[in-house]
């Protein structure tokens, strides 16, 4: 019979900015992205919020592999995503990226003027349940929680997050089209949150499961206008 054990190794891990942070910047975005994706790729759905004074922050997953499904031998112009975690050795995973994620803020924020900054997350997909318990886990702090095509991680203690986001604002974007979301699901999630006294705020835009720039914008116009925490 088998015995499972662990080791701790070192690894490095990649990730994508635009903007470098400095004494200027004001504006800081941690972006998460969704399952099969790259941080590279991710990334350029956020160019339009360049600016001096914002610096855009794209971890990238640690576990990449190859997207294609096709029998054979992979090449060299076979497509590579990446996934922040699977159900194998869940609870260890979640741990790596949160140690990770929590090493990367440390990296840029003491680059910048720290009393000075607002800090946004965004998790898109897969990656609003890693920015999810990246922030309820890990020691990074944040004015604001984007949970974007995604809803709060399914193992959150939402008794616990009704004081949590009283000090973080919790802002929902799915788009109307989404085809993993649908009115009722959404309502029953609204419904919920109230019931556990969550403030929160929904936006929503027409389209499906994907990144809306013109949503963002209206997002990081927020941040310049300055965060408040009315929720629905």
Excluded at 67 to 83: C, D, I, M, N, W
Excluded at 156 to 176: E, M, P, S
Excluded at 190 to 208: A, M, N
Aim: charged share 25%; proline share 2%.
């Amino acid at each position: 019979m088998s015995n499972e054990h662990h080791i701790h190794v070192g690894r490095t891990a990649r990730f994508h900015t635009i903007g470098e942070p400095g004494a200027e910047t004001r504006d800081v975005w941690f972006v998460c992205h969704g399952h099969g994706q790259l941080a590279g790729d991710f990334i350029r759905e956020f160019e339009p919020l360049a600016a001096s004074s914002r610096v855009i922050v794209a971890p990238e997953a640690l576990s990449r592999y190859y997207l294609s499904s096709e029998p054979g031998s992979h090449s060299a112009k076979s497509r590579v995503g990446a996934t922040w975690m699977t159900r194998e050795d869940r609870e260890d995973e979640i741990a790596d990226y949160v140690a990770y994620l929590d090493a990367l803020y440390d990296e840029i924020l003491t680059q910048v003027s720290s009393q000075r900054v607002s800090v946004t997350v965004v998790g898109f997909s897969q990656g609003g349940a890693t920015a999810n318990r990246w922030l309820t886990r890990g020691r990074a702090r944040a004015n604001r929680l984007v949970m974007w095509g995604a809803l709060l991680a399914s193992d959150a203690d939402l008794n616990q997050a009704a004081t949590f986001f009283r000090d973080v604002k919790l802002t929902i974007v799915y788009g109307k089209r989404d085809r993993f979301a649908d009115e009722g699901m959404i309502a029953g999630y609204e419904k919920l949150l109230r019931e556990k006294g969550i403030p929160y705020e929904l936006v929503t835009f027409d389209g499906g499961h994907r990144m809306d720039r013109d949503t963002l914008l209206r997002l990081a116009a927020k941040t310049e206008t300055g965060l408040g925490n009315s929720g629905k």
